[in-house]
């Protein structure tokens, strides 16, 4: 693993333990070269994965971008990071085992928006209006129906 701020190729393992509820592993590293200390993660990837974008382009998959999408959604609410992140590992692990290489963009953004129903409304509601670019208040009105709708399903 090189190191990040001197970039030499000879870095040492100094700790590792489960993380993401034993999805991943963390690694604390430490360059003999600089004394830069810096965390590393181990994830398993079952394939590489091509999100079809509405375009037509086509891009690798990338795990941080969706983590980044949970972020901005979840901006000054109080949910957990442990929960953000079994959220979005449990995306990843759907798209890898779906047996599928090429995912289509709306298909990830379906994925999003359930899980942010289940970790706070106001995210999915969020959400829900960049990602289905909202224009007028009746757009909100229609989400929130749908969010009512579903509470007095339960």
Do not use: H
């Not at 037509?56 to 979840?74: E, T, W």
């Not at 959220?87 to 709306?106: C, F, H, K, M, P």
């Amino acid at each position: 693993m090189r190191c990040p701020y001197c970039q030499s190729l000879d870095t040492q393992v100094k700790d590792s333990r489960p993380a993401e509820d034993g999805n991943a592993i963390r690694r604390r590293r430490v360059c003999p070269d600089c004394g830069g200390r810096f965390t590393t993660f181990e994830r398993v990837q079952l394939r590489d994965l091509i999100v079809a974008k509405k375009s037509g382009r086509k891009v690798p998959f990338d795990r941080d971008k969706l983590i980044r999408s949970f972020d901005i959604a979840l901006r000054k609410r109080n949910v957990e990071p442990e929960r953000i992140e079994r959220a979005v590992s449990g995306i990843v692990r759907q798209l890898e085992s779906s047996g599928e290489t090429e995912i289509a963009s709306d298909r990830i953004g379906e994925l999003v928006m359930e899980a942010l129903k289940s970790l706070d409304d106001v995210a999915y509601v969020r959400f829900a209006s960049v990602y289905r670019n909202f224009r007028e208040a009746r757009d909100f009105q229609e989400i929130l129906g749908q969010l009512k709708d579903g509470e007095e399903a339960e």
